[in-house]
């Protein structure tokens, strides 16, 4: 059984910033590309920013400079620094995954942790 469990939401005022965390468990041989994804109340889900298992990271335009992803694969472990957050950047964020098991790759998703940006 695999598992993806964020981390690191809450209510964060405009300007500030927030530390998201996205860590996998279970029977994983390894992980290939990681990524953010967010939904804001009554807009389809979309992407945030992404990260190969080599390093290499895709932003939204919407992010560009503001925020970083990273991640650790010794601890089969992703992150997002979030900087000058916008009242545009509330909604919920999800990490997903592309798992290998034995042989076969498998897309996981987290439950999701709200962000929300106002004052």
């Known amino acids: 059984q695999v598992q993806l469990v964020e981390s690191g939401g809450g209510l964060v005022q405009p300007g500030g910033s927030l530390r998201l965390s996205c860590a996998a468990s279970?029977?994983?041989?390894?992980?290939?590309?990681m990524g953010w994804y967010r939904q804001a109340p009554g807009k389809q889900r979309e992407l945030v920013a992404t990260?190969?298992?080599?390093?290499?990271?895709n932003y939204a335009d919407s992010v560009k400079g503001r925020f970083t992803i990273s991640r650790d694969n010794t601890k089969n472990t992703m992150y997002l620094e979030m900087n000058s957050l916008k009242p545009e950047d509330t909604a919920i964020y999800y990490c997903n995954a592309a798992i290998v098991l034995s042989i076969h790759e498998y897309f996981y998703w987290g439950q999701g942790t709200q962000v929300t940006v106002s004052s």
């Open positions: 279970g029977s994983i041989f390894s992980i290939n590309t």
């Open positions: 990260i190969t298992s080599g390093g290499s990271t």
